[in-house]
């Protein structure tokens, strides 16, 4: 999803966490309700992304993620990779984002994808698939507490997503089906702080990983 992102940002995104691959477990879990779960999950190198699978207390999923300023945004699903992970870095006073994009389908190649606000208060879409073939759309924000509820428009397909800010990041996991959503792990050795938003919610869980 976008045409062109800053060397930068590219340099950010295809960093190495070889370090953190391999199994963890959850320290600590909590779900939007502040009900407490426990599990497991494995991170992996692919491409330029990150394989991310969880067994917990509260269900399975697998996940996608793709690397930023020392934290691992992941978009997470239900159901043979019908997910995916949308970064973006905001500039411009908020007005335009650069996006990198993935899906849990796409081997770990990645699209990329710029957003500018319009009149009407929501964003027009540029962007490029892996393959480098252009595509245009429509995208909506709606803020709904902690979070924001998203829907994509984009060459006669409809996307729906949930996202937050991270600093200067907006972070959108994407999905097909009911159950999808958005992870954030802060790096730091063999820890992690995470937090996470699931589709429709408004409300955020926790989840806090060691190796």
Do not use: C
């Amino acid at each position: 999803m976008k045409t062109l992102v800053s060397i930068v940002f590219i340099l950010m995104l295809t960093g190495t966490i070889a370090a953190q691959t391999g199994a963890w477990k959850i320290e600590e879990g909590k779900l939007p309700n502040g009900k407490s779960y426990t599990g497991n999950l494995t991170i992996k190198a692919v491409g330029k992304a990150y394989d991310v699978d969880w067994v917990t207390s509260a269900g399975s999923y697998g996940g996608i993620g793709l690397l930023a300023d020392g934290k691992l945004f992941v978009g997470y699903g239900i159901g043979g990779g019908d997910y995916g992970i949308v970064v973006y870095k905001a500039n411009t006073a908020g007005k335009t984002f650069e996006g990198v994009w993935t899906t849990g389908k796409m081997n770990g190649s990645t699209g990329t994808e710029v957003i500018a606000k319009n009149n009407e208060g929501n964003f027009d879409v540029v962007g490029k698939n892996p393959n480098g073939a252009p595509y245009k759309g429509k995208l909506m924000l709606q803020k709904t507490g902690d979070t924001y509820q998203v829907q994509w428009n984009v060459g006669g397909a409809t996307y729906n997503g949930v996202g937050f800010m991270s600093g200067d990041y907006l972070i959108i996991g994407y999905g097909f089906g009911q159950a999808f959503g958005t992870v954030e792990y802060h790096l730091i050795g063999g820890k992690a702080r995470g937090r996470w938003a699931m589709g429709g919610g408004s409300a955020m869980g926790t989840e806090n990983i060691t190796r």
